[in-house]
């Protein structure tokens, strides 16, 4: 399966942006494991942000709760990360994932990675 990640940018603090994550390929393990998004700012480790079951269970950071919303589109294969009020430590390179569980470890299957730049 492969990932292909979209929707980053900058934004100002207080803004949204939301990120797509589109599978494409051998879907099957997309279809039946949890799609989740990681990040990484610099100088940090890859943390779990969100992930979304094939149940539509959810599970969030708890820095993200109440902020971010992951939600999927089954018959496009397609995952969203809605992000609003973001903030300056939201900024990261963010990942799309499957093939893991709804909080963590990862799975072997990683998109390409999107960067998120909050800032004035």
């Known amino acids: 399966v492969q990932l292909q990640a979209s929707g980053g940018g900058l934004v100002q603090p207080g803004g949204s942006l939301r990120l797509s994550c589109a599978a494409n390929?051998?879907?099957?393990?997309?279809?039946?494991?949890?799609i989740s998004w990681y990040r990484q700012a610099p100088g940090k480790q890859r943390e779990l942000v969100a992930a979304?079951?094939?149940?539509?269970?959810?599970n969030y950071a708890d820095s993200v709760k109440g902020r971010f919303t992951i939600s999927k589109d089954n018959a496009k294969n397609t995952v969203y990360l809605q992000m609003n009020s973001l903030k300056p430590e939201d900024t990261a390179v963010y990942y799309c994932n499957t093939g893991g569980s709804l909080a963590g470890p990862p799975g072997r299957y990683w998109g390409q990675g999107t960067q998120v730049t909050v800032s004035s």
């Open positions: 979304i079951a094939r149940s539509d269970s959810t």
């Open positions: 390929g051998s879907i099957f393990i997309f279809s039946i494991t949890a």
